[in-house]
C-alpha cells in the first residue's frame, strides 16, 4: 500500500523556468515531511522539511508547499538550474514512526 | 564533519548465500535507518536502530534482519538470497529517532544477486 504517491514519474522544464513536483499520500495521520535530491550512484541528499503546522517552508530556491485537505505537497523550484536535474523524493512521517517515501520524479532541467 | 559511510559499495552474491552489510553514521547520530530501493518502488523502509535497540520494522521478511552496536554503527544481513533482492541499499542516520528528524543518506551498496 503506498500511502506516499508521486504520480509524475518525469518532468522537464526549460533552465531559468518554475519547477513544480508533486506528491500525495493518504494518511492524514503524516505530521513531518521532507524532500530530497538524488543522483545517480549517489544517496538521497536532504532538500527541505515541512511539519504540519505550517504551509509553506522556503530555502533559497526551494519551497514546500503543504495543503492538509487535499494531503497534497509540493516543491517548487525558482529558478530551475541544470544542475538541479536529478530524481526529487518525497517522504512522510507519522508521530515519529518510519518515513514512506514516494517512487520519485525525474527533474530534467533544460539549459 | 564526515558523512554517512557504506561498506561495501558494490556486492555481487549468488542466490542462497547470505551478505552483510554495513553502516557507519554521522558522529553523534544514534539513530540509523535502513531501506531498499528497487527501480519503480522508491525507497521501501526496512528497519531502524535507536540506541542499539530496533525501533520500527517495514513489511519484509525474517531473511532481513540488522543490528546496531555500542558505537551507532549498524549492519544489516540478508540471509538466503534470491534473485528479488538484488537492489541498492541505503542506510540514513539522524539525531533523533524516527521520523522526528531529518535523515542523512550515505551512498548505498548496491546488492547484485546472481
Known amino acids: 500500500d503506498q500511502q506516499v504517491k508521486q504520480n509524475s514519474p518525469s518532468l522537464s522544464v526549460q533552465e531559468g523556468r518554475i519547477s513544480i513536483l508533486n506528491c500525495d499520500y493518504t494518511?492524514?495521520?503524516?505530521?513531518?515531511f521532507l524532500w530530497y535530491k538524488k543522483y545517480p550512484a549517489e544517496g538521497p541528499t536532504f532538500l527541505i522539511s515541512i511539519s504540519s503546522i505550517k504551509d509553506k517552508n522556503e530555502d533559497g530556491r526551494f519551497t514546500v508547499f503543504l495543503n492538509k485537505s487535499a494531503k497534497h505537497l509540493s516543491l517548487h523550484i525558482v529558478p530551475s538550474q541544470p544542475g538541479d536535474s536529478a530524481v526529487y523524493f518525497c517522504a512522510a512521517s507519522a508521530l515519529g514512526n518510519q518515513f514512506y517515501f514516494g517512487t520519485g520524479t525525474s527533474l530534467t532541467v533544460i539549459p | 564533519k564526515a558523512g554517512v559511510t557504506q561498506t561495501p559499495r558494490y556486492l555481487i552474491k549468488t542466490r542462497g548465500q547470505q551478505v552483510t552489510l554495513s553502516c557507519s553514521p554521522i558522529?553523534?547520530?544514534?539513530?540509523v535507518s535502513w531501506y531498499q530501493q528497487t527501480p519503480g518502488q522508491g525507497l521501501q523502509f526496512l528497519f531502524e536502530?535507536?540506541?542499539?535497540?530496533?525501533?520500527n520494522k517495514g513489511n519484509f521478511p525474517g531473511r532481513f534482519s540488522g543490528r546496531q552496536f555500542s558505537n551507532s554503527r549498524s549492519e544489516m544481513n540478508v540471509s538466503t538470497l534470491e534473485l528479488g533482492d538484488s537492489a541498492l541499499y541505503l542506510c540514513a542516520s539522524s539525531l533523533a529517532p524516527g521520523g522526528r528528524d531529518t535523515q542523512y543518506f550515505g551512498p548505498g551498496t548496491r546488492l547484485t544477486v546472481l
Open positions: 558522529s553523534g547520530h544514534r539513530s
Open positions: 494518511n492524514s495521520m503524516f505530521d513531518y
Open positions: 536502530y535507536f540506541s542499539e535497540t530496533q525501533r
